[in-house]
C-alpha cells in the first residue's frame, strides 16, 4: 500500500492523516497501525456515497458490530436535531466510550460526527473519513467540530476534539462534481496565499491537472495543504491567535453563505473563494498588498474558470444583512469585525477591529468589483 502518512500532535492528542487510494480494503491494517479497538461501531455517512462503498467498509469490520446513518448533509441539516438523532440512536443501542464513530462524508458530516462523538458520554472514538477535496485538505484537521444554528449562523454551536485517525482516499473525490472540486482547490489555495508562497507557485503550475484528478499532482497538493494546517495547528490549536489566519476570507465568506441562507446555489467553497477575492481587494485598498500580487491571484481564480460575481446574488440593499452577519462571527469579541488581510503572497496578518461603517462603504463601493 503507497501512501503519505502525515502525524499530527497538539497539546491534547496525537493522530494520524493516511493519504493515498483504496484505503477501504486496508482499514483494518490502519486500524491496527494506530492501535485503534473498539467492539461497536457507527458510520454516518453521507446519503451521496453509494451504498457500496458503505459495504466495503462494514465488509472489513466483520469482527464488529457496525450500525449505519444515512444523513442527507447541507448547511440546514447541520443542526442539532441531528444530533438528537444521531445520540438516540446511539443510546438505543448502548454504545459506550469504548465505540466508535466514524464519518464517511465531506465537511458537514465530518463537522457534525465529530461534535457527536465530542459531547456523547463525553467523548467516543472517533475516525473521520473524508470524501470531499474540502474535507480532505482542511475539515479533517485541526479539531475544530460543530454544527450550525437554525437563525444566528454558522459553526456557532462546537467544540473542539480529534478524530483518533484521518483516512483521506483520492478514489472518493471521482465522484464530486467540477463545483465540489473547485471548493477544495479554495481551501488549497488559501493555505498557500497566507504559508507558502512555494506552494503557491505550485498551483500555478499544476491547478488544471488537480482539478482533473492526476493522482501525484492531486496527493502532493492535498499533503502540502494538510502540512500547512498542522504546522499552524500544532502552534495554536484553540485559536488564540496564529491559527485566525486560517480564516482568510471566511468572515466575509461566511456571511455571503448566511445571507443567501445556505442554499445550494452558493455553497461554503463558492462563499469562500468569493471571500478571498473580497478579503485580497481589501487588502489592496488598505495598502497592505502590492497590485502586481492581487493581480497574479486574481489571475490564478480566473484560471479556474470561477466566474461568480456578488451581484449575482446581492444587491447594494443587502449590504446592511451582510455586515449583520459578518458582525455576528463568533471571531468578533466586540461590536467591531476582525478581518485577516493578505500582506503578500505567503503572509497574512490579523487586523482587529474594523469599524462596521468602512466595510459597509467598502463593500458599497465594490460590489460590482468582485
Ligand atoms: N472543521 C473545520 O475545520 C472546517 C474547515 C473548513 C470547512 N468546514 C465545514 O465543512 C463544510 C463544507 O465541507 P464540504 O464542502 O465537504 O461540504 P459537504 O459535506 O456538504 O459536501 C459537499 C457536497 O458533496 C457531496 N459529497 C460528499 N462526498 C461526495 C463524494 N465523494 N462524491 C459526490 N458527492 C459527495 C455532499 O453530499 C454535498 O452535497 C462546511 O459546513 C464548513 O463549515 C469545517
Redesign the pocket.
Given at each position: 500500500m503507497r501512501y503519505n502518512r502525515l502525524k499530527i500532535q497538539t497539546s491534547t492528542s496525537k493522530y494520524s492523516i493516511y493519504i493515498g487510494t483504496n484505503f477501504s480494503n486496508k482499514i483494518n491494517t490502519i486500524l491496527n497501525n494506530e492501535k485503534i479497538f473498539f467492539n461497536k461501531a457507527l458510520i454516518i455517512y453521507?446519503?451521496?456515497?453509494k451504498i457500496k462503498e458503505v459495504s466495503k467498509i462494514i465488509l472489513k469490520l466483520k469482527k464488529k458490530k457496525v450500525f449505519i446513518y444515512k444523513f442527507y448533509?447541507?448547511?440546514k441539516s447541520?443542526s442539532f436535531n441531528t444530533v438528537n438523532k444521531i445520540i438516540s440512536k446511539l443510546l438505543k443501542n448502548n454504545f459506550t466510550r469504548q465505540d466508535c464513530i466514524i464519518s464517511l462524508?465531506?465537511?458537514?458530516?465530518g463537522?457534525l460526527s465529530g461534535f457527536v462523538s465530542s459531547i456523547y458520554k463525553r467523548g467516543i472514538k472517533f475516525i473521520n473519513i473524508p470524501?470531499?477535496l474540502?474535507?480532505q485538505v482542511?475539515?479533517s484537521i485541526?479539531g475544530?467540530?460543530g454544527v450550525n444554528h437554525e437563525i444566528y449562523g454558522?459553526?456557532l454551536i462546537g467544540s473542539f476534539y480529534h478524530p483518533n485517525v484521518v483516512i483521506a482516499d483520492t478514489e472518493?473525490?471521482k465522484?464530486?462534481s467540477k463545483k465540489?472540486l473547485i471548493?477544495g482547490y479554495a481551501?488549497i489555495f488559501k493555505h498557500s496565499l497566507i504559508y507558502s508562497k512555494k506552494n503557491f507557485l505550485f498551483l500555478e503550475k499544476f491547478n488544471k491537472k488537480i482539478l482533473s484528478l492526476e493522482k501525484k499532482v492531486l496527493q502532493k497538493a492535498i499533503l502540502e495543504s494538510c502540512k500547512i494546517k498542522k504546522s499552524i495547528v500544532q502552534k495554536d490549536e484553540k485559536e488564540k491567535n496564529l491559527r485566525m489566519i486560517l480564516n482568510l476570507g471566511h468572515t466575509f465568506g461566511h456571511a455571503y453563505e448566511a445571507a443567501c441562507g445556505y442554499k445550494n446555489n452558493l455553497?461554503?467553497?463558492e462563499g469562500v473563494m468569493l471571500g478571498i477575492k473580497t478579503a485580497i481587494l481589501f487588502s489592496l485598498k488598505e495598502k497592505k498588498l502590492s497590485l502586481n500580487d492581487f493581480k497574479r491571484i486574481n489571475q490564478n481564480i480566473l484560471n479556474l474558470n470561477f466566474n461568480l460575481k456578488l451581484k449575482k446574488f446581492f444587491k447594494l440593499s443587502d449590504i446592511n444583512k451582510l455586515i449583520s452577519y459578518m458582525q455576528n462571527d463568533k471571531k468578533n469579541n466586540n461590536s467591531k469585525i476582525n478581518l485577516v488581510l493578505l500582506n503578500r503572497i505567503g503572509k497574512a496578518s490579523i487586523k482587529n477591529s474594523y469599524d462596521q461603517k468602512k466595510i459597509k462603504k467598502f463593500l458599497y463601493e465594490n460590489l460590482d468589483n468582485i
Amino acid at each position: 500500500m503507497r501512501y503519505n502518512r502525515l502525524k499530527i500532535q497538539t497539546s491534547t492528542s496525537k493522530y494520524s492523516i493516511y493519504i493515498g487510494t483504496n484505503f477501504s480494503n486496508k482499514i483494518n491494517t490502519i486500524l491496527n497501525n494506530e492501535k485503534i479497538f473498539f467492539n461497536k461501531a457507527l458510520i454516518i455517512y453521507d446519503s451521496k456515497i453509494k451504498i457500496k462503498e458503505v459495504s466495503k467498509i462494514i465488509l472489513k469490520l466483520k469482527k464488529k458490530k457496525v450500525f449505519i446513518y444515512k444523513f442527507y448533509s447541507n448547511e440546514k441539516s447541520k443542526s442539532f436535531n441531528t444530533v438528537n438523532k444521531i445520540i438516540s440512536k446511539l443510546l438505543k443501542n448502548n454504545f459506550t466510550r469504548q465505540d466508535c464513530i466514524i464519518s464517511l462524508g465531506g465537511g458537514i458530516t465530518g463537522d457534525l460526527s465529530g461534535f457527536v462523538s465530542s459531547i456523547y458520554k463525553r467523548g467516543i472514538k472517533f475516525i473521520n473519513i473524508p470524501t470531499t477535496l474540502l474535507a480532505q485538505v482542511d475539515a479533517s484537521i485541526g479539531g475544530k467540530t460543530g454544527v450550525n444554528h437554525e437563525i444566528y449562523g454558522k459553526n456557532l454551536i462546537g467544540s473542539f476534539y480529534h478524530p483518533n485517525v484521518v483516512i483521506a482516499d483520492t478514489e472518493y473525490l471521482k465522484s464530486l462534481s467540477k463545483k465540489e472540486l473547485i471548493c477544495g482547490y479554495a481551501e488549497i489555495f488559501k493555505h498557500s496565499l497566507i504559508y507558502s508562497k512555494k506552494n503557491f507557485l505550485f498551483l500555478e503550475k499544476f491547478n488544471k491537472k488537480i482539478l482533473s484528478l492526476e493522482k501525484k499532482v492531486l496527493q502532493k497538493a492535498i499533503l502540502e495543504s494538510c502540512k500547512i494546517k498542522k504546522s499552524i495547528v500544532q502552534k495554536d490549536e484553540k485559536e488564540k491567535n496564529l491559527r485566525m489566519i486560517l480564516n482568510l476570507g471566511h468572515t466575509f465568506g461566511h456571511a455571503y453563505e448566511a445571507a443567501c441562507g445556505y442554499k445550494n446555489n452558493l455553497n461554503h467553497g463558492e462563499g469562500v473563494m468569493l471571500g478571498i477575492k473580497t478579503a485580497i481587494l481589501f487588502s489592496l485598498k488598505e495598502k497592505k498588498l502590492s497590485l502586481n500580487d492581487f493581480k497574479r491571484i486574481n489571475q490564478n481564480i480566473l484560471n479556474l474558470n470561477f466566474n461568480l460575481k456578488l451581484k449575482k446574488f446581492f444587491k447594494l440593499s443587502d449590504i446592511n444583512k451582510l455586515i449583520s452577519y459578518m458582525q455576528n462571527d463568533k471571531k468578533n469579541n466586540n461590536s467591531k469585525i476582525n478581518l485577516v488581510l493578505l500582506n503578500r503572497i505567503g503572509k497574512a496578518s490579523i487586523k482587529n477591529s474594523y469599524d462596521q461603517k468602512k466595510i459597509k462603504k467598502f463593500l458599497y463601493e465594490n460590489l460590482d468589483n468582485i
